[in-house]
């Protein structure tokens, strides 16, 4: 018999060496790296390779220490135990420019965006602290105004990351958008993080190096990573699965018959899970009319049909949620009444919103909203119901519109759409009038969601005092001016209840108003993915936090 022939040995795959390029692409564009003067996910984002908060939330909603040894609780002293503050300890760290981090640039931060006058967009964070003292170098005291039933409000997540004191303290106020310096301290934050700004072109690309003052320099596997923004959905997602031209990209909101075959064709993993954040409709309470002037949209500038329950009320049961789900987002979207749904069990039951174009004919029947012989509009008193509404280019976003404008001509009333570039639309700049903060329009659309597992910060943003004027750069976060006393009453109750059974049906109830209310019009529950080339390890999802909330562990495997 002849001997066996010899087994070849298998071939080693070789490990990938560290170093390199991490390419990222972001079909919205980066508009500044100061997270507290941001309103888009994006600028988060790019602020998050840069600056920490003291903590994070992972894929599975946990809170993960940054700046912060660890996770101050009752059982470990951390929190005080009748819940008038917590204090953290503080990890040694350095920033980039080579001097140390120290509670002192905790405390600045705070004073930062305590000031009116900074008008920063994260200020429901900041909102319930009575004071923060830096007890020594590396420990931090928050104390509340009141007893708060959340230690984890403030500096943490997207919303918590921490400012150089040296960098920004000549900056806080009026300075902090309109000195020179300032602005181009936005632009080039000095960090704590794993990356250290090398260039930024607004609206463009950020391009960044591995920081060799990262206290955890010696695990960062990429060298470099680019941001880069514009384009489309679309294209962002055809450049990873298909051609493997970038490494990443970021929010694949793309119609599903265009989605499903870029997934399939095996280049690449979608990322995805939780929730992206709910689609939504904003009503404006304010009048935005150009006629008005410096006052258009001003809170003390009432609508002329907006203010009238019956027209939002119709407009919220003539649009066909399941139509937009069906023909645009398929696997990625799910139709919700709801404005919270994470965590899930805030989800409420009690809310409907079942399409009845015949129930909505009625309330603005019944309201005087008649449509004249010879006319398709409806009116009264002289004002028609003509909207204009607004919200980013995108194929999937003017796939909604032209819905929802067809919804609404049903009524007898005359939609005109409008779609502003993301960079422009997110990027909260006070002298731009296309921006979602000035929400110069009836009507506009976008995505967000609560950045804590509890969403005291998320529904603050509804208050009355929060409503977008000149006075706060329109930076508060309340874009449509509601206002609704009952409402801030019963978020005032919220903030005091401690007992979590309680706690949670005041959310439940905090949701109701406003969708009773029709103050916001939730339309889809989001599950849009990323994508990442199969060779690239770590990114992961994050209900609650940046979809990079963990880029100091993302590496090439074989």
Not at 8 to 13: E, G, K, L, N
Not at 346 to 352: A, R, V
Not at 511 to 530: C, E, G, K, Y
Request: proline share 7%; aromatic share 8%; hydrophobic share 40%.
């Amino acid at each position: 018999t002849e001997a066996p022939a010899p087994t070849a040995a298998p071939t080693a795959v070789p490990e990938p060496v560290a170093g390199g390029k991490l390419n990222i692409l972001y079909w919205q564009s980066i508009t500044i790296l100061n997270p507290h003067l941001a309103s888009g996910t994006k600028d988060f984002d790019g602020a998050t390779l840069i600056l920490e908060p003291l903590a994070r939330y992972s894929e599975t909603d946990e809170l993960v220490s940054y700046l912060a040894e660890e996770i101050p609780t009752v059982e470990n002293g951390g929190v005080a135990e009748d819940g008038t503050s917590v204090t953290w300890k503080l990890v040694e760290a350095t920033w980039s420019d080579g001097t140390p981090f120290t509670a002192d640039d905790v405390v600045f931060t705070w004073q930062y965006c305590s000031d009116p006058a900074t008008a920063c967009s994260t200020t429901a964070t900041f909102d319930p602290i009575g004071s923060v003292e830096a007890v020594d170098a590396q420990t931090v005291k928050i104390t509340w105004k009141q007893p708060s039933p959340n230690p984890y409000i403030s500096f943490v997540g997207p919303n918590g990351m921490i400012l150089q004191k040296a960098q920004f303290e000549s900056c806080i106020g009026a300075n902090a958008i309109s000195d020179a310096a300032c602005q181009a301290s936005n632009l080039a934050p000095i960090g704590t993080g794993p990356y250290t700004l090398t260039e930024m072109k607004p609206g463009d690309t950020v391009v960044y190096a591995k920081s060799d003052s990262y206290r955890k320099a010696d695990g960062v596997f990429f060298d470099e990573v680019e941001i880069k923004g514009g384009g489309d959905a679309a294209s962002a997602a055809r450049a990873v699965c298909e051609t493997q031209e970038v490494d990443y990209a970021w929010n694949i909101q793309v119609p599903k018959a265009v989605l499903e075959p870029i997934l399939a064709s095996g280049g690449c993993d979608p990322v995805a899970g939780g929730s992206f954040g709910i689609e939504r409709v904003v009503i404006n309470f304010a009048n935005p009319d150009p006629a008005l002037g410096d006052k258009r949209s001003e809170p003390d500038q009432p609508h002329p049909f907006m203010t009238d329950p019956a027209v939002r009320q119709a407009i919220n049961l003539a649009i066909d949620r399941e139509a937009i789900v069906t023909q645009l987002y398929g696997p990625t979207g799910n139709p919700t009444c709801n404005i919270l749904v994470v965590p899930t069990a805030l989800n409420s039951t009690n809310t409907k919103c079942d399409r009845d174009v015949d129930a909505a004919k009625k309330l603005l029947d019944d309201a005087g909203w008649v449509v004249p012989d010879g006319s398709s509009v409806r009116e009264k008193d002289g004002v028609k119901l003509i909207v204009s509404f607004q919200t980013s280019i995108n194929t999937l976003r003017q796939g909604e519109q032209a819905i929802i404008k067809a919804n609404l001509a049903e009524l007898g009333i005359t939609v005109n759409v409008k779609a502003i570039d993301a960079g422009v639309f997110f990027s909260g700049d006070p002298g731009n009038p296309d921006t979602l903060n000035k929400m110069y329009v009836d009507m506009q659309m976008y995505t967000n969601g609560p950045t804590d597992t509890d969403p005291a910060a998320y529904f603050d943003a509804w208050q009355c005092k929060n409503a977008n004027a000149a006075a706060n750069q329109w930076n508060s976060g309340n874009d449509g001016r509601y206002c609704n006393p009952e409402f801030d009453t019963l978020f005032t109750t919220f903030t005091k209840e401690f007992d979590p059974a309680a706690r949670a049906e005041l959310a439940i109830q905090l949701n109701d108003l406003l969708i009773s209310d029709n103050a916001i019009i939730p339309l889809v529950n989001r599950a849009t993915p990323q994508v990442k080339l199969k060779n690239l390890e770590g990114p992961t999802f994050s209900t609650f936090d940046s979809v990079l909330w963990n880029i100091q562990d993302w590496k090439r495997v074989p």
